[in-house]
């Protein structure tokens, strides 16, 4: 089955302690991209990645890292996460940037405290 | 970058066509328009996309004004598993840029 996976899918944790939360896709989509979702500002997109080792940033980056060793993984690194960085998070996969459909992942729940 | 402009909310009947509005002003030449709903507590799903030409599928019809600065997404018979939150998105060649959602609401 085609898909985007995510974990974890909840994770609380504190001001500080680095994180890593992974994203897979098994459709061999070269692009792939991070959103968070907070309450009334809907999605915002925060790294995305053309291809393999190719990254850059979306709109909303500070105090993310990615990295894209792999074409089917793309994790999202929160080296000291903050609790503004508390949000729901979305991993997406598409074939190519432009006009191909985006598959989400299933998101994930952070809570910083 | 180009940004989209939707209504907060809409409401409709079950049965009935729903019209779904979103403005991009200032959208490029080279932007796609696409749309997404999100369903309570899932990730964004794909509807429908388009360039310049009215698309149809079977999920909707995307209906983009000559000009392109607005689109409408029209599902032809609402039901009640079409409550969603609807994104109107402009995807560029590297960026996508979300508008707020339109939160549809389906009256039995």
């Known amino acids: 089955e085609a898909q985007v996976t995510q974990n974890p899918r909840y994770l609380i944790t504190v001001t500080g302690k680095k994180l890593t939360v992974t994203c897979s896709q098994n459709?061999?989509?070269?692009?792939m991209s991070w959103y968070r979702q907070d309450p009334g500002l809907g999605l915002r997109q925060i790294y995305y990645?053309?291809?393999?080792?190719?990254?850059d940033k979306g709109d909303v980056p500070e105090g993310y890292k990615v990295s894209r060793k792999e074409k089917r993984n793309f994790p999202l690194i929160l080296e000291s996460p903050s609790p503004n960085q508390t949000s729901l998070y979305f991993c997406?996969?598409?074939?190519?940037?432009?006009?191909?459909?985006?598959?989400f992942g299933p998101g994930t729940r952070l809570t910083v405290t | 970058d180009a940004k989209t402009t939707q209504p907060n909310s809409m409401e409709s009947n079950e049965e009935e066509p729903v019209h779904l509005p979103c403005n991009h002003s200032?959208?490029?030449?080279?932007?796609?328009i696409h749309w997404y709903r999100q369903l309570p507590s899932q990730g964004p799903e794909y509807v429908i996309h388009?360039?310049?030409s009215n698309v149809n599928n079977r999920m909707a019809s995307l209906a983009i004004a000559e000009d392109r600065k607005s689109s409408t997404l029209i599902l032809h018979r609402a039901t009640l598993r079409d409550a969603a939150v609807y994104y109107c998105?402009?995807?560029?060649?590297?960026?996508?840029?979300f508008g707020q959602g339109t939160r549809l609401t389906i009256n039995p």
């Open positions: 459709m061999n989509h070269e692009y």
């Open positions: 998105i402009l995807q560029g060649a590297q960026k996508l840029v």
């Open positions: 200032t959208i490029s030449g080279t932007d796609y």
């Open positions: 388009g360039l310049t």
């Open positions: 997406a996969s598409s074939l190519l940037a432009g006009s191909y459909e985006q598959y």
């Open positions: 990645s053309m291809n393999v080792e190719v990254t």
